[in-house]
């Protein structure tokens, strides 16, 4: 199980980013959360297998189609252990 953090910046909050983030975390059997954070971008604690977790980050650089994201910065971190994907 790996596990990524990733941020992503542009215009990322009230375009359905988490909750399309939510859609394809659990079409590709990722586990974590999504939040906004209050500076406007969103950020994303992402666990899984290798392979769906690069096709998941690699969505992230683009998001859903109103989201224009500018930035995106992806961290590898310790296994949480999380059970599913959340919106918070």
């Not at 059997?29 to 500076?39: K, P, W, Y």
């Not at 989201?67 to 296994?79: I, L, N």
Request: proline residues 3%; glycine residues 10%.
């Amino acid at each position: 199980m790996k596990h990524l953090n990733i941020h992503i910046w542009g215009e990322v909050q009230g375009v359905f980013f988490r909750d399309a983030a939510q859609k394809k975390a659990h079409d590709l059997g990722i586990v974590g959360f999504a939040r906004n954070e209050s500076d406007g971008s969103i950020y994303i604690e992402a666990e899984g297998d290798e392979e769906p977790l690069n096709e998941f980050a690699m969505w992230c650089s683009d998001g859903p189609p109103l989201a224009k994201v500018e930035k995106t910065d992806q961290e590898k971190g310790r296994a949480m252990g999380y059970e599913d994907f959340e919106v918070r």
